[in-house]
Each structure stands twice: as C-alpha cells, then as structure tokens.
C-alpha cells in the first residue's frame, strides 16, 4: 500500500473570506495547515507516494512540500536550525504530486482524477478536513487498521464512526452486515439520508481504502446528491462486484469543515500537545472563571 490521495479541489466557501485568496486545506489548525497533517497521516501508514487533487488557485499546497531555498538560507544564516530542519522535513515526507480537478462536479469526480496516477494499486483517499491525530498510548491509529483490513479480507474498507441519529444527513451511512469485530460488512452506503431513512448510524469519517476497480464504478456513476458524483455512489457499484468493509473506529476525529468545529479541534489538538497542553489548560480555566 504506497499510494494516497487527497481531495483539495473545493472552494472552501464556509471559510469566506479567510479562504477568498488562499485555499481552505492550508489554513493552520495550530501550527499545522490541514493538509499536512493528512499527508502525515498517509506517511504514518506506509504511504509515501502522495497525489494531491486540487484546482485553479492552489498552488501553494504542493509548494508547501517543496524547497524554499531563500526561507531555508535565512533561517540558516540566523542560526534557526529547529525552525529549518522542520521545513526541510516536509520535503522528506513523501513524493507529494498533484492534478487538477477542472470542474466541481463533486467528491468521486475529484477522486476519479487520480486514476492515471493510481494505475491498477489499492489506494487510500484522505479527507484533508478531518484531522486524525497521532494517536496517544490506548488509541486506535486509524489508517495503519485499514491497510490491516484490506490485507486482511482483500477488500475496500471504508472508516466509519457512531453518530447521533439527528446527525445522519451530514454524512455517508452504511447498512451494515455482521462480519467480525470491529469490522461490518457494506450492504449498501447512502449519501446524507434523512434520519428517517437511515439503515444505521454508522457515518463514514473521510477516510477509505480503495480497490482500483473503483475507478470503473465511478465511469458508471451518475450525478447523486447536489447533482454531483458522489464516492459513496461508486462504492454502492463497487460493492456488487467487490467486497466492501467498514471499519468502526472509536479513536478521536476532529472536524475542521465549519467555523464551530475548527476552533473545537484548535483546541484539542492543542492539548495534545506537551509543548502547550499546560499553558492552553490554564487559560482555558482562567476563561471559563472569569465568565462564570
């Protein structure tokens, strides 16, 4: 498993106007942009050949695993050896390409892009707006278990997390099927039902392990919810064909698609941190006392 890819094509617009001149995945959450820490993710798994779907305007996503020589100079010259050795770093992580996404017709069409640079390999896709982090001692690492699955079973595996019934329409759910463990077998994956109409409250969390026929599921897909091509309708085609997995991962997911959830996962992910955990704890109860 060496291959990952990362959607970045949308035009972030919940983030206007913050996102008006610079692209969503690379506002910080703390000190990191969003899709660092996807691309970090990939690597923890064993993936080092990362492709990256953007769009017009988004050149500084792969510039951001690139060299920059006269910032490593002056850093160099000013005897900032921490600060220089982790940007050189991100140039180590992995071979991080991209492609251009040149219309909006939605996530699989997004994903549909990478077919050439995938070829006939499993890959994995990562959601750059769902923040996975390092997990901490007792924590499921999340997509290290996918691989696992797919070696396992030698099928697709989708990440999927309990969610409460009112929140169902936000997301992809499954109708799942015993299996073993932790693992359920995908009947059938629906985009943003009505609670109502929900087989379960299991949601997918935007991350996947892809068999390559997906690519020809997403050729027979047709425009879904918001008149767009969605994955989950290709995964719905993959799945008559090709066995379809989901693993229920109970580690932490931070959500950084909406205002509420980036400040939320600035926070936590700040207080995973053992250079600000102490000093984030102490003003948030300094806060939280002064408004009590």
Do not use: W
């Given at each position: 498993?060496?291959?990952?890819?990362?959607?970045?094509?949308?035009?972030?617009?919940?983030?206007?106007?913050?996102?008006?001149?610079?692209?969503?995945?690379?506002?910080?959450?703390?000190?990191?942009?969003?899709?660092?820490?996807?691309?970090?993710?990939?690597?923890?798994?064993?993936?080092?050949?990362?492709?990256?779907?953007?769009?017009?305007?988004?050149?500084?996503?792969?510039?951001?695993?690139?060299?920059?020589?006269?910032?490593?100079?002056?850093?160099?010259?000013?005897?900032?050896?921490?600060?220089?050795?982790?940007?050189?770093?991100?140039?180590?992580?992995?071979?991080?390409?991209?492609?251009?996404?040149?219309?909006?017709?939605?996530?699989?069409?997004?994903?549909?892009?990478?077919?050439?640079?995938?070829?006939?390999?499993?890959?994995?896709?990562l959601v750059p707006d769902?923040?996975?982090?390092v997990p901490l001692p007792?924590?499921?690492?999340?997509?290290?278990?996918?691989?696992?699955?797919?070696?396992?079973?030698?099928?697709?595996?989708?990440?999927?997390?309990?969610?409460?019934?009112?929140?169902?329409?936000?997301?992809?759910?499954?109708?799942?099927?015993?299996?073993?463990?932790?693992?359920?077998?995908?009947?059938?994956?629906?985009?943003?039902?009505?609670?109502?109409?929900?087989?379960?409250?299991?949601?997918?969390?935007?991350?996947?392990?892809?068999?390559?026929?997906?690519?020809?599921?997403?050729?027979?897909?047709?425009?879904?919810?918001?008149?767009?091509?969605?994955?989950?309708?290709?995964?719905?085609?993959?799945?008559?064909?090709?066995?379809?997995?989901?693993?229920?991962?109970?580690?932490?997911?931070?959500?950084?698609?909406?205002?509420?959830?980036?400040?939320?996962?600035?926070?936590?992910?700040?207080?995973?941190?053992?250079?600000?955990?102490?000093?984030?704890?102490?003003?948030?109860?300094?806060?939280?006392?002064?408004?009590?």
């Amino acid at each position: 498993m060496r291959k990952a890819v990362i959607p970045a094509a949308g035009l972030g617009t919940r983030f206007l106007p913050a996102t008006k001149a610079q692209a969503k995945e690379m506002l910080p959450v703390v000190d990191k942009p969003q899709v660092q820490y996807a691309v970090e993710e990939a690597v923890r798994a064993g993936m080092d050949d990362v492709l990256l779907v953007t769009s017009r305007g988004k050149g500084a996503l792969e510039d951001h695993f690139d060299r920059a020589g006269e910032l490593e100079a002056r850093l160099e010259a000013s005897g900032k050896l921490d600060e220089l050795e982790e940007i050189r770093a991100l140039t180590r992580l992995a071979r991080v390409h991209s492609v251009r996404q040149n219309e909006p017709l939605g996530f699989g069409h997004a994903v549909a892009q990478a077919r050439s640079h995938v070829g006939g390999e499993p890959f994995a896709v990562l959601v750059p707006d769902e923040i996975v982090p390092v997990p901490l001692p007792g924590e499921p690492a999340l997509m290290q278990r996918l691989v696992e699955i797919h070696e396992e079973t030698g099928g697709s595996v989708v990440a999927v997390q309990e969610v409460a019934m009112e929140d169902v329409s936000a997301y992809g759910v499954v109708t799942p099927e015993p299996f073993r463990g932790d693992v359920v077998r995908v009947a059938e994956i629906v985009e943003k039902p009505a609670p109502q109409d929900a087989a379960s409250n299991l949601a997918s969390r935007g991350r996947y392990l892809l068999a390559p026929e997906l690519f020809d599921a997403l050729d027979r897909t047709t425009p879904g919810v918001g008149n767009e091509i969605q994955l989950t309708d290709a995964i719905n085609e993959l799945a008559k064909t090709h066995p379809v997995y989901a693993y229920v991962y109970r580690g932490p997911i931070f959500d950084v698609g909406k205002k509420l959830d980036y400040v939320k996962a600035t926070v936590q992910l700040a207080l995973r941190r053992d250079d600000l955990a102490k000093p984030v704890r102490e003003f948030l109860a300094e806060l939280v006392a002064r408004f009590e």
